[in-house]
């Protein structure tokens, strides 16, 4: 192997590629760094808070506050949420380099995350409007943050793995 001209031995060589290794999986541990704190707990609170929200917009008929107020409070927290999470990213970017990941966490449990989780908020919704049984809503609510709780938990555990 050369390198600028220089010919390398082998054991240079697998040295060289053994620190090429060593950097992409510190990069990886990195990325795979748990949210900060503050945003873990909005994003809890933020998918705990959804499934009461999108039970008052489907409700039949109005459920504790007019149908428009729903919307309204909908729109709003998801636009506190988003507005959030580009905050902690954009410093979790600046703080380490690497942007905040989920594709660092085996498919195995971002996949039935990704399907499981709007069935999980929307379904709920969706059962209330037709039993009007706030339980539904309740148990989303609940099992929604435990989701978010045990995700994060995961990202914890395999950032502990990687460092």
Do not use: C
Request: glycine share 8%; aromatic share 10%.
């Amino acid at each position: 192997m050369e390198t600028d001209g220089v010919r390398l031995t082998p054991e240079q060589a697998r040295s060289a590629l053994a620190d090429t290794e060593h950097i992409r999986a510190a990069a990886a541990a990195l990325s795979a760094t748990p949210w900060p704190t503050w945003f873990f707990i909005t994003l809890t609170l933020y998918v705990a808070a959804l499934p009461i929200a999108y039970g008052g917009v489907m409700a039949e008929p109005d459920w504790l506050l007019p149908g428009p107020a729903w919307v309204g409070i909908t729109l709003a927290i998801t636009a506190a949420f988003g507005a959030l999470f580009a905050v902690a990213a954009k410093n979790w970017r600046n703080k380490t380099g690497v942007a905040l990941r989920l594709d660092v966490l085996p498919k195995r449990a971002t996949v039935p995350l990704a399907v499981g989780l709007p069935v999980l908020l929307v379904g709920a919704a969706f059962a209330f409007r037709v039993t009007g049984w706030p339980v539904w809503l309740i148990a989303a609510s609940l099992i929604g943050a435990a989701v978010s709780v045990g995700f994060h938990l995961a990202f914890v555990r395999l950032h502990g793995k990687t460092a």
